[in-house]
């Protein structure tokens, strides 16, 4: 039997990843990614509303929801950056979102003592998450 690179032995050998471009998945990763910092952020804004910017504490579950949703984006960006590598935009925007990331860890602190955060911090901490997400957003849709 002849294995053409096209026919369906060769295939079944190399195995079905083979056959895929890596910066098909790489996209999708990012895509992904984009679309768990969204819901993440209405999390984010719906807790700065209707909590900090009111000087009322957050309750853990949706203060926790936030974080899950946060650190799930950044290891969907994070895996391709590592595995099939990232071009420039997309690393430019984990940066900016880990330090948003860190900015949110400052402000779990705050919130694990049992004080609710100041607004500047607050206003920070969204800003750069949303530079961040701005930049991914470029990145996915070849705005950059």
Do not use: C
């Not at 579950?61 to 420039?88: N, W």
């Not at 860890?105 to 705050?110: G, H, K, M, P, Q």
């Amino acid at each position: 039997m002849v294995v053409t690179p096209h026919s369906s032995a060769s295939r079944d050998a190399d195995g079905p990843q083979s056959q895929e471009d890596p910066s098909r998945y790489q996209n999708s990763m990012l895509i992904y990614s984009l679309i768990v910092f969204t819901v993440g952020a209405s999390a984010g804004l719906a807790l700065a509303a209707a909590y900090v910017l009111r000087q009322r504490l957050a309750p853990w579950p949706m203060s926790l929801l936030h974080a899950a949703l946060g650190a799930t984006g950044l290891l969907l960006l994070i895996y391709p950056a590592l595995t099939t590598g990232i071009s420039m935009a997309p690393l430019v925007a984990l940066q900016i979102l880990v330090i948003a990331a860190l900015a949110g860890i400052y402000l779990a602190s705050i919130h694990a003592r049992g004080e609710i955060a100041k607004k500047p911090v607050v206003f920070i901490h969204a800003a750069v998450a949303v530079i961040g997400f701005l930049v991914l957003l470029g990145a996915v849709f070849d705005m950059f």
